[in-house]
């Protein structure tokens, strides 16, 4: 399995605390001894993702609950299979419900758009990237999905790599001086410049930067970039690429490309709990 993110446990509490808050109403109605068990399934395909997620919600509202996994982390799984089996305190089961799927179906989203995006390039020597365009308070999170579904990930915040964006360039007067900075303040670290065309590229080339984004190209500029790049730095395609246009893109000849609606357009994944009669 892949390395958990260290905050799970933070975004399993916060979830539990917003969703049950004083108590659950409805399910002291159930007897408190009452035993149950019942299942998931997903009633559309897709990778599945959160189970980690989900097992710590279970075992925050009810330590007595037990799951039984049916399917694997990062399986492709198709519609209409049960892929867990769940035994616990009837109340429990259903305190736990909502907030358990809610982490399946949102995790199961994004690696089962990863997924399909990192297909489509399959064959090339193009990784998928994420970004940081994710649902606030779950960045790892949807970052560890992505890795799930087959993707790789950026950097995971502002904290941990330099991309100088054109309000960088703007501020710092220039791309040679953003980057001057850059190996001032940072010394070792890899620096990533976004350019808007060729012009840019030639600057951030000359300045040494190790990665450029290229910010909105077409195909002839892509494979302008790639040629004048001529492999001094990596290269990085973003903005706006649809799945249609992913293929032309990678077949230019970049290292990456960044695509935000592998966390940001996601629709969840259609997820049921069912107890058994």
């Avoid at 075992?59 to 399917?71: F, G, N, T, Y």
């Avoid at 620096?191 to 808007?196: D, G, T």
């Avoid at 290269?235 to 690429?241: D, H, M, T």
């Avoid at 935000?260 to 259609?270: F, Q, V, W």
């Amino acid at each position: 399995m892949l390395p958990l993110p260290k905050d799970l446990d933070k975004q399993v509490d916060r979830a539990i605390e917003e969703d049950l808050g004083d108590g659950d109403l409805t399910a002291a109605l159930i007897p408190a001894d009452r035993q149950a068990q019942g299942y998931i399934l997903t009633r559309e395909a897709a990778v599945l993702c959160g189970t980690p997620w989900a097992e710590a919600v279970f075992s925050r509202i009810d330590p007595q609950i037990r799951v039984e996994w049916l399917a694997r982390e990062g399986q492709q799984l198709a519609a209409d299979t049960r892929f867990a089996r769940l035994y616990g305190p009837a109340r429990s089961l259903l305190t736990a419900e909502r907030t358990a799927l809610n982490f399946l179906q949102t995790l199961s989203a994004t690696a089962t758009e990863t997924a399909r995006y990192v297909a489509l390039v399959a064959g090339s020597n193009t990784r998928i990237l994420d970004t940081r365009k994710t649902l606030p308070g779950l960045r790892t999170a949807q970052k560890y999905a992505v890795r799930c579904g087959g993707g790789h990930n950026h950097r995971v915040g502002l904290f941990d790599g330099i991309l100088i964006k054109e309000n960088h360039i703007a501020a710092c007067g220039g791309i040679g001086a953003a980057v001057a900075e850059a190996r001032r303040h940072h010394p070792g670290v890899a620096v990533e410049v976004e350019v808007e065309d060729l012009s840019e590229l030639d600057a951030a080339l000359t300045a040494g930067a190790d990665i450029l984004m290229l910010d909105n190209f077409d195909l002839p500029g892509l494979r302008e970039a790639v040629k004048i790049n001529a492999g001094r730095a990596k290269l990085e395609a973003s903005g706006g690429l649809t799945e249609e246009a992913l293929r032309g893109v990678a077949d230019t000849g970049v290292d990456f490309i960044s695509v935000g609606a592998l966390t940001k357009h996601i629709r969840a994944i259609d997820l049921s709990m069912r107890l058994d009669p």
